[in-house]
């Protein structure tokens, strides 16, 4: 195993006041649900309308220093098992309301992919903007109203970029800026800015404190990367992806271009700031993956390897590295999804492998769990990748956060030739527990995280969704594994889903153990006399993979009054059928929250989906 550069030192981090110096525009709606339920689950209940009975519910880890009770990021916990214990939305006056974000022009924004609950009537989430973006808290009681808000750094793009689908299509594979963010303990939000700084913006009282702490991470982002050290300053390509604490209080981060590190809990520099560490995810088992993507390199590299531990390296030296390993801004090994924490490591997956790290406090350097050296030798934990992009992935690599399964398993997907896989590992040693082909020959790719729950892992397909404001002929398709507790293997369960076709998109299937269904955002099953498919929330039972209910959502037209003028209309999803598009989901995530209701990212801000 070789050694590797390890950055730390002098941190700038700062106090700022970041009071708002514009008003922030917002209108909340309410629109159309109609809810219907499916013949074949109506058989299976012998004509009842109920919905399935409860599953056990989920044994949650809490985190010492997450929220607790609440959803603290994204994939509902630093597992990202994406299963809640919340109810959703039960039968009894259920309704749909629309959060519109009505900026525009430099400040136009909408998107909100991520919520933090602080407590049962009040929420923060961010609005993601072509230029801007916003840190929302919520008043979430009845309905929906601003309390409070502050700009946060966005990322600058162009009107002209989000109206072509080249453009669009590089916005939308960005997750940089705050998508990846979660809140503490203590209602502390804390955020990856687009400028590579860390935010901390502490909630109270109902007020976002405008006094935001902030740590800036360029030095660690440029020092940490081996072969280009200036990234970030060359086409604004190595940006903050994901945040998470461990279980020490260290909060961890990624960069998309592969650096990854920690702000040290405890440790400070002599101005008083927090101490960062920081490195590359090159550097570990370099070896192993250069015999697996570039056999032909590996004598070069050998040679090369004393360089790899020096504080600095020459350009000479940085460029011959670039040859050796084929590398250029394309094929850097990337880091474009979240992470996962457990009790004894961090889950990071980059497009070439899956790493569980640590923080060595002897040391003070960021390492590989020893333990999963030898399966590394054993090639699987560098998965199998063709190298392309597929239809419907972000990059040419695993589109999926590590799913920890409780403190036995973690479960990825590879971006292997033709059809794709699902690779389950032991958290302890690394080693392979079952490698799992994914769906059919129309297609496969998963760029979301899986489902675990119990003893099942469950994925769906998202082969095809290239263009976010376009329907997207894509296959569908959603598959589920269970444990066989006789051979200590997954096994794909024959016959579920019982029925139906299901079309996820790209919002992440989420289970709620309440009412013992799997719900999948996607377009209805009929196309309507004028080939529009509105978009609805299909209710899957966990045990039967029967479909139970559907709810469309829509507005009447003329009813959805958005300030953006034709162009952006016509740019972005197309004036025709403006009012029910605006629920297109673009990559955002079922999030379950207080007093039977979930929310969901739409186009132009967020949908909540709530009953009595």
């Given amino acids: 195993m070789f050694s590797f550069l390890v950055t730390h030192g002098q941190q700038a981090c700062a106090i700022k006041n970041m009071s708002p110096d514009k008003e922030f525009h917002y209108e909340s709606k309410f629109g159309k649900l109609d809810v219907s339920w499916y013949e074949?689950?109506?058989?299976?209940?012998?004509?009842?309308?109920?919905?399935?009975?409860?599953?056990?519910?989920?044994?949650?880890?809490?985190?010492?220093?997450?929220?607790?009770?609440?959803?603290?990021?994204?994939?509902?916990?630093?597992?990202?098992?994406?299963?809640?214990?919340?109810?959703?939305?039960?039968?009894?006056?259920?309704?749909?309301?629309?959060?519109?974000?009505?900026?525009?022009?430099?400040?136009?924004?909408?998107?909100?992919?991520?919520?933090?609950?602080?407590n049962d009537s009040t929420m923060a989430t961010l609005s993601f903007g072509r230029a801007n973006t916003t840190l929302l808290l919520l008043d979430i009681k009845d309905t929906i109203k601003v309390l409070d808000y502050l700009p946060v750094p966005g990322r600058g793009s162009s009107a002209f970029e989000l109206a072509g689908k080249k453009g669009r299509g590089k916005i939308f594979s960005n997750t940089a800026g705050g998508a990846y963010s979660y809140i503490s303990n203590k209602n502390r939000i804390y955020i990856p800015g687009a400028n590579n700084n860390i935010l901390r913006v502490t909630v109270k009282n109902r007020k976002l404190v405008k006094e935001v702490e902030s740590i800036n991470l360029k030095p660690q982002i440029e020092a940490?990367?081996?072969?280009?050290?200036?990234?970030?300053?060359k086409d604004k390509l190595n940006q903050l992806t994901a945040l998470m604490p461990d279980v020490n209080g260290n909060i961890w981060f990624t960069s998309r271009q592969g650096v990854v590190g920690l702000i040290h809990r405890n440790d400070k520099t002599k101005d008083g700031c927090p101490k960062v560490y920081s490195t590359f995810i090159g550097y570990y088992q370099l070896s192993e993956k250069i015999k697996k993507h570039y056999p032909e390199s590996l004598d070069e590299v050998e040679k090369l390897m004393p360089y790899m531990h020096k504080d600095s390296i020459n350009p000479?030296?940085?460029?011959?590295?670039?040859?050796?390993?084929?590398?250029?801004?394309?094929?850097?090994?990337?880091?474009?999804?979240?992470?996962?924490?457990?009790?004894?490591?961090?889950?990071?997956?980059?497009?070439?492998?899956?790493?569980?790290?640590?923080?060595?406090?002897?040391?003070?350097?960021?390492?590989?769990?020893?333990?999963?050296?030898?399966?590394?030798?054993?090639?699987?934990?560098?998965?199998?990748?063709?190298?392309?992009?597929?239809?419907?992935?972000?990059?040419?690599?695993?589109?999926?956060?590590?799913?920890?399964?409780?403190?036995?398993?973690?479960?990825?997907?590879?971006?292997a030739p033709g059809k794709i896989n699902l690779l389950i590992f032991r958290q302890d040693t690394g080693e392979l527990v079952s490698k799992l082909p994914l769906f059919g020959e129309d297609g496969s790719a998963?760029?979301?995280?899986?489902?675990?729950?119990?003893?099942?892992?469950?994925?769906?397909?998202?082969?095809?969704?290239?263009d976010p404001f376009k329907v997207n002929a894509t296959p569908g398709g959603i598959m589920r594994f269970d444990l066989n507790k006789d051979t200590g293997r997954f096994e794909k369960v024959e016959g579920w889903p019982a029925s139906g076709v299901y079309d996820c998109k790209t919002a992440t299937p989420k289970l709620s153990t309440r009412t013992g269904m799997l719900y999948v955002y996607n377009r209805e099953d009929e196309k309507n006399k004028k080939e529009h498919r509105d978009w609805q929330v299909t209710g899957i039972d966990f045990r039967t993979g029967l479909r139970v209910l559907k709810s469309k959502l829509y507005f009447e037209?003329?009813?959805?009054?958005?300030?953006?003028?034709?162009?952006?209309?016509?740019?972005?999803?197309?004036?025709?059928?403006?009012?029910?598009?605006?629920?297109?989901?673009?990559?955002?995530?079922?999030?379950?929250?207080?007093?039977?209701?979930?929310?969901?990212g739409t186009y132009r801000g967020f949908i909540r989906v709530s009953s009595d």
């Avoid at 022009?105 to 909408?110: E, H, L, T």
């Avoid at 054993?378 to 990059?395: C, E, I, Q």
């Avoid at 598009?581 to 995530?589: L, P, S």
């Fill in 316 to 415: 000479e030296a940085r460029g011959e590295i670039r040859r050796a390993l084929k590398i250029d801004k394309d094929t850097h090994e990337e880091i474009q999804n979240s992470f996962s924490v457990g009790k004894d490591g961090v889950y990071i997956v980059s497009n070439i492998a899956l790493y569980k790290l640590r923080f060595n406090e002897e040391k003070k350097e960021i390492e590989l769990d020893p333990k999963w050296a030898e399966s590394y030798k054993k090639g699987d934990l560098v998965y199998d990748n063709d190298m392309l992009k597929k239809p419907g992935h972000l990059n040419a690599g695993s589109g999926t956060t590590p799913t920890l399964m409780d403190d036995r398993y973690v479960g990825i997907c590879d971006n």
């Fill in 557 to 600: 037209k003329g009813t959805f009054k958005d300030n953006i003028n034709l162009f952006m209309k016509a740019g972005s999803l197309g004036n025709k059928h403006y009012d029910r598009k605006v629920f297109n989901n673009i990559w955002g995530t079922f999030t379950f929250g207080p007093q039977n209701s979930f929310y969901l």
């Fill in 224 to 233: 940490g990367n081996l072969v280009e050290p200036h990234l970030s300053q």
């Fill in 446 to 466: 998963v760029e979301n995280s899986a489902v675990a729950y119990d003893d099942t892992y469950i994925v769906a397909n998202t082969y095809g969704y290239t």
């Fill in 40 to 118: 074949e689950w109506m058989d299976h209940t012998d004509g009842k309308k109920i919905i399935p009975d409860p599953l056990e519910l989920q044994p949650k880890w809490e985190h010492p220093y997450m929220k607790k009770g609440y959803t603290a990021a994204m994939h509902e916990g630093p597992r990202s098992s994406d299963v809640s214990n919340r109810p959703g939305p039960t039968l009894k006056n259920t309704r749909v309301q629309y959060f519109h974000v009505k900026q525009k022009g430099g400040d136009f924004s909408g998107m909100c992919p991520t919520f933090a609950f602080i």
